[in-house]
C-alpha cells in the first residue's frame, strides 16, 4: 500500500511530469497518475485523473519501488546466476 505523506494545497505544476503511468482495462475508467519533481529530490507531487484537483506529496523511493517498478521486476527468473 502507498499512502501520500501530505497534501499539496494551491500546487500548480510549472513542468511536465516526470513520470505518468496510464491504467486501463476491459470495464475499468482509465486512470492517469502523474508525478511532478520537487525541490526536494527525496520527494515527489502525485496527482491523479481520480481526483484531478488534488496534489500530495510521497517519497520518491516508495514511488519508485512500489509504483513504478523497472522492467526486470516483471521479467521470470530462471535458476541460472
Given at each position: 500500500?502507498?499512502?501520500?505523506?501530505?497534501?499539496?494545497?494551491?500546487?500548480?505544476?510549472?513542468?511536465?511530469?516526470?513520470?505518468?503511468?496510464?491504467?486501463e482495462g476491459n470495464n475499468l475508467l482509465?486512470?492517469?497518475?502523474?508525478?511532478?519533481?520537487?525541490?526536494?529530490?527525496?520527494?515527489?507531487?502525485?496527482?491523479?485523473?481520480?481526483?484531478?484537483?488534488?496534489?500530495?506529496?510521497?517519497?520518491?523511493?516508495?514511488?519508485?519501488?512500489?509504483?513504478?517498478?523497472?522492467?526486470?521486476?516483471?521479467?521470470?527468473?530462471?535458476?541460472?546466476?
Amino acid at each position: 500500500m502507498v499512502n501520500g505523506e501530505s497534501f499539496r494545497d494551491k500546487y500548480t505544476p510549472s513542468t511536465s511530469p516526470a513520470y505518468q503511468l496510464l491504467i486501463e482495462g476491459n470495464n475499468l475508467l482509465k486512470i492517469s497518475v502523474k508525478c511532478y519533481e520537487t525541490e526536494s529530490k527525496d520527494d515527489i507531487v502525485i496527482n491523479s485523473s481520480i481526483n484531478p484537483d488534488v496534489y500530495f506529496t510521497m517519497k520518491r523511493a516508495d514511488l519508485l519501488n512500489k509504483i513504478l517498478k523497472s522492467q526486470k521486476s516483471f521479467l521470470k527468473r530462471t535458476g541460472k546466476k
